[in-house]
């Protein structure tokens, strides 16, 4: 059984940053971060 992996608040803020500021999309976000494209989307 896999675990779930938990990310900061400081990446979760830094992914918001990308979308709102440098206007990329969730899933280029996530590419620069690392992260599952869908964890942005639920997160």
Do not use: F, H
Not at 14 to 34: F, H, M, P, S, W
């Amino acid at each position: 059984m896999t675990r779930s992996q938990t990310y900061t608040p400081e990446l979760r803020e830094e992914a918001v940053k990308l979308v709102l500021t440098q206007g990329l999309t969730l899933e280029d976000a996530a590419l620069r971060l690392t992260i599952p494209k869908g964890t942005l989307a639920t997160g």
